[in-house]
DNA sequence: AAAAAATACCGTCAAAACACCTTTTTATTA
DNA sequence: TAATAAAAAGGTGTTTTGACGGTATTTTTT
């Protein structure tokens, strides 16, 4: 019998009945081995400390003490070698855009099929990332709307396509001048854009320009 | 012999022999039909109002006169039922990300197998996006990357409490000679902690500053 | 206690930003 | 095609910003 090199996998949730569960699950692939198991992610980070470095967490994000989107945000930093599979209860767009900001590779639901999580394991560590149908619609979905807000300003207040351009430009360390070069105008027009902006927004300096077009989404910071 | 209700898709592609190809291509799968081609954004925006609104667009993303943004942008604005099959020579993140942002509901490269097709024109249709696993990979890459900067450059450029509390009235209208007054400092002492900033941070603009403090959360537009 | 380093402060000046008001050019449409 | 609206460009003056080259005071280090 040949010794298999499994992956190493720790195992963070507040409940203990599924946690053990998992845990059991887990063991019972070939493949991977449940280390360690901890309550929330303040207990993870101590645990981590006085144990082999796992290969991949296994992280709940509803935790008492400090919570999965937390922990994974501390994992990427301090060990970002380490692949994180978020687990929720959950399957609501921010939830996910969240944990995958945080670092997340993949995310699966508690109630998904053993098999699922099979194929989540094996996904995240021979691809590096396990990405479902529940995943893609999200976060295509999610970036998708990136552009409406643009839209949806220009209606409020009813910005043209230049105007958007320039808000843009507004909000990079560009001068006026070096504004009007790059959209072949003369300086004077972009002062009249200014002056317009000033007067639709209810604002009078360019940083309120920023502020503004950053809060509307014409610019993503 | 029952009539069978085809999907009818518009071709966008400045290469024409390429298109023929599709166009045949597409009319052999049973349930699609192409209805018609246009050579760039431009001219599909004058067909499209000659011809019946097609259920799917494939859209080149490389475009003389106008590119497949500009015109995934436009049609989702003013036919927003209308879906979106981005297709390009190239993989990057970049134009990927771009291209889902504008409205694409899919993403394939220009030499994928004809049945790759098949499966991305399936799955837009049925399940309202496709998803492989190159556009996976960078759409979670790509919001992986979105929570890095933050981290990072917190600890490279450590602010102290003062610099943070200007910063945060920098990002306001206010001159700073009245951030001056409400910091109880000389205005000179202003221009002090502005100038380190800019040093620090290698800016040189009080927008470049704005544009710094929103990207790192010090203050939360 | 001397040296070093932050911290707060100062003057000048040119460039950029802002205000206000006018004129030309380009589109629209009646 | 004349009337009109809208976009672009111009003139002039004030205020704010940013660059540069400094000094006095406090705090930290040695």
């Not at 967490?57 to 970002?80: F, H, R, S």
């Not at 995310?107 to 479902?132: C, H, Q, T, V, W």
């Not at 006026?176 to 927004?201: H, Q, V």
Request: glycine fraction near 4%.
């Amino acid at each position: 019998m040949k010794p298999i090199e499994k992956t190493n996998v720790a195992l963070v949730d507040d409940h203990v009945l599924l946690r053990n569960g998992l845990a059991g699950l887990i063991s019972s692939f070939d493949e991977y081995h449940a280390i360690f198991e901890a309550d929330n992610g303040r207990d993870f980070i101590d645990k981590i400390k006085t144990n082999p470095v796992p290969d991949l967490v296994l992280l709940d994000i509803n935790m008492p003490e400090m919570d999965g989107y937390a922990t994974a945000q501390w994992l990427k930093q301090t060990y970002p070698l380490v692949r994180i599979l978020a687990l929720s209860m959950y399957d609501n767009e921010t939830s996910i855009i969240r944990m995958f900001k945080a670092g997340a590779r993949g995310y699966i639901l508690k109630d998904s099929e053993p098999r699922e999580l099979k194929k989540a394991l094996d996904s995240i560590m021979s691809k590096g990332f396990y990405n479902s149908d529940l995943v893609s619609s999200k976060l295509i979905h999610s970036i998708n709307k990136l552009d409406d807000k643009e839209s949806e300003v220009k209606q409020l207040v009813d910005l043209n396509d230049r105007e958007i351009q320039f808000l843009k430009l507004a909000c990079t360390e560009m001068t006026y001048k070096e504004i009007a070069e790059k959209m072949f105008l003369s300086p004077r027009t972009i002062d009249g854009y200014r002056d317009e902006l000033f007067e639709k927004l209810g604002i009078s300096t360019r940083v309120g320009l920023v502020m503004f077009a950053v809060r509307n989404g014409i610019v993503i910071p």
